[in-house]
């Protein structure tokens, strides 16, 4: 494209998580042209992929499309790609087939999950990002139990019946939590010949606690509550190994047909192709502004960040962080098109919540430590309240209160790939 | 399974559609024991499947698990299998790793689409029958408008914005209807570099009229409905060719990028292992009972039944057929076991409905006839009335209630494949 004097700068914004759409939304009806692109095309409420994944909800409920979300922003245009590479000294983006150049970008293209090289074990063990991970561990799930009631053989059944998850940081606490209830509540009457409510529900942590970001008392309630609900909580251990039959944990080895990850996250690829240093997972190191080495330009937020100024250590992979650093490198924008400098990020930590089940959860308001129902209240409050659009809100209200009264779950739909599961390979 | 003078009859019921989840409702709590086996594990309200496809519902909105509708009836039990064939000399039916014996059998498997013997159009054009074709379609529409956004090339815009239905019974009058709308309001202004309200929707029907099972006057009424919202329609065409680039239709060629197919059914392949007498569709040709010959204990219902007594045509494939006969089988079941022959099955035509759009629709009640405003609400009434679920019933009302004031489809998710959308074959 031509250079123009007067020609209005141009934002190229790569992601449109939490991060991405606040930076949008932030720059919308200003004297900038934005470009939005991302690989789906839709912003995805990732806080209740869980109750995806364990069919609570459906996936429209927690993703509306990005051009609807920025509909009414005339100066913003949305383009569906996934960027390939950013080349920094030419300030340009590329995907695919398409080229973009930018005055000022955002980089927000989040995580995906680590597998602390095995890879392989993706394939046994999914993990909870995106859509189709959450559509996947919910036909895993059902498949499980619909698999139990035909089989005639008793090993093979118990293995079915068991649940393993790796990683009991909130989104494991989540998983460990939702699996138990609708084996115990929302299956237990639907089978003749299981009992799902004698599923088990393993949980793995490799530390000393759950939560490890949470404060200890609040760890030492999650790991009560989930105790409550049947979940067995297992701390200090490691799986060792994996593969189709179970999950080896040091000496002892897990028969289960199910297992889910949640135990570690590698920032997106498109860090590594900028050629400034990065962290062990895969974090671009920002400087206290956002911004990059040598290219107040291009700034980098949310999970693809490493940003330690204020702590010490990184700041956590959470949406507040996403949210506020997205405003931030907004606000540094239009400081910079005005000729001053981009300012230092201070991320206000209002707390962290983790939801366990039903009355069940743990909240660390800074202030104040809660546990079980208040908790839990506080948690569907901010859930709902930051849900996008309002149609979303009322619809996912409807289905909480529904499920609330009933224990119903609505969304237990196996789709997609039954017919390999039907003939497993010869 | 050993005989016993006293033990229950076994029932099997293959299909857990619209006649076979009706026999099964009419069979529970008697005194027979009850096997459904459906290759879902849900029971699909397909006459709202273009709903899904055209993203203003999601899945588990027009769905709901077939264990769950029958949980409280404990002499049924649910099996998520796919039959692969019925042996009524030994009164055995299997599955890839199961086999059921049965004293009665109620086969509904219904019916997949047919392509005339070009089988290989089936991936060119999609038919609308499962959940999975539902979000299919609905990616393929959703990516032609995201591609023609991005391309530069004229052509190619074009093409992707144009739409060609091929088969002009309800299904393609709904598509062609639901895909104008969608465009001329809902999408309107998501986009910066193409007008969606110029898309062409093209709907072809190969009879000299749409909807050839309505009468006349109401074919004419949904073809001016449909051109009102700027439908192209095309009568006594038929397409002679399909390719990725488009569709022939005798000498004219139409370039399009989404092609969707309503033209036919063929009748479930389960049908042809019985060795009874078929109809150049697939349908068994049943008695004026609903069984089959020579075997009393075997019904075929809905869409795989060829029933012909009434009128001298086979009876329609919709779903009152199926819920009567359905219910009709399940009396004879209990008329036979009393020792009593099963009884005439007579259909009771209470009329047909086919939606267009907003306030458009056409009605054939028998005693009246009904287009646009009036139809369209004695459309709502009957498909919210016959949804499955209370809960169901009052999500769907509230989503459509939302985009009828709004104009906004909630669902507009594009899943699954996208990759390989994004990389074209090299």
Same mark, same amino acid.
């Given at each position: 494209m031509k250079e123009s004097r007067n020609r209005k700068p %141009? @934002?190229?914004? @790569?992601?449109?998580g939490f991060g991405g759409l606040q930076a949008a939304k932030k720059l919308a009806r200003k004297n900038v042209l934005i470009t939005v692109i991302d690989r789906t095309n839709y912003h995805l409420f990732? +806080?209740?992929?869980y109750q995806v994944a364990t069919a609570a909800l459906s996936p429209a409920d927690i993703a509306a499309p990005v051009r609807s979300v920025l509909s009414k922003s005339k100066n913003v245009e949305v383009i569906l790609a996934e960027v390939q590479s950013v080349t920094v000294e030419a300030k340009k983006v590329r995907t695919a087939d398409l080229e973009f150049d930018y005055d000022y970008l955002i980089l927000a293209t989040g995580a995906r999950h680590s597998y602390f090289g095995h890879n392989d074990w993706e394939r046994l063990a999914p993990g909870l990002k995106s859509l189709e991970d959450a559509i996947e561990l919910r036909r895993r799930i059902l498949m499980a139990f619909e698999y139990a009631e035909k089989t005639n053989d008793e090993a093979a059944r118990k293995a079915a019946m068991t649940f393993v998850i790796i990683g009991g940081g909130p989104t494991g606490v989540e998983m460990a939590g939702a699996i138990a209830e609708i084996s #115990?509540?929302?299956l237990a009457k639907d089978f003749r010949h299981i009992d799902p409510s004698r599923a088990r529900v393993i949980l793995i942590e490799g530390e000393s606690r759950l939560l490890s970001a949470f404060p200890e008392d609040l760890s030492r309630s999650a790991q009560k509550q989930l105790t409550d609900l049947g979940v067995d909580v297992r701390t200090g @251990? #490691?799986?060792?190994n994996l593969n189709e039959d179970g999950v080896q944990l040091g000496d002892e080895f897990i028969p289960c047909r @199910?297992?889910?990850?949640a135990a570690g996250n590698n920032a997106s690829f498109v860090g590594k192709t900028l050629g400034v240093p990065i962290d062990r997972v895969g974090r671009i190191v920002v400087n206290d502004d956002l911004t990059i080495a040598s290219h107040p330009e291009v700034q980098v937020i949310g999970d693809l960040a490493n940003f330690s100024y204020q702590t010490g250590e990184p700041l956590p992979g959470v949406s507040p962080v996403a949210i506020q650093q997205g405003r931030h490198a907004a606000r540094n924008i239009l400081a910079m098109i005005k000729g001053r400098k981009p300012q230092r990020f201070h991320y206000w930590d209002?707390?962290?919540l983790a939801t366990i089940g039903r009355n069940k959860a743990v909240a660390d308001l800074k202030f104040m430590h809660l546990s079980g129902l208040p908790a839990w209240v506080a948690w569907l409050f901010v859930h709902i309240f930051f849900l996008i659009g309002f149609r979303n809100r009322l619809l996912v209200l409807f289905q909480w209160a529904w499920a609330y009264l009933t224990f119903d779950k609505g969304a237990r739909l196996i789709t997609r790939n039954f017919q390999s599961e039907q %003939?497993? +390979?010869a």
């Open positions: %141009r @934002v190229v914004i @790569v992601g449109a990732q +806080p209740l992929l #115990r509540y929302t @251990v #490691r799986a060792t @199910v297992k889910i990850w209002k707390g962290s %003939r497993p +390979p």
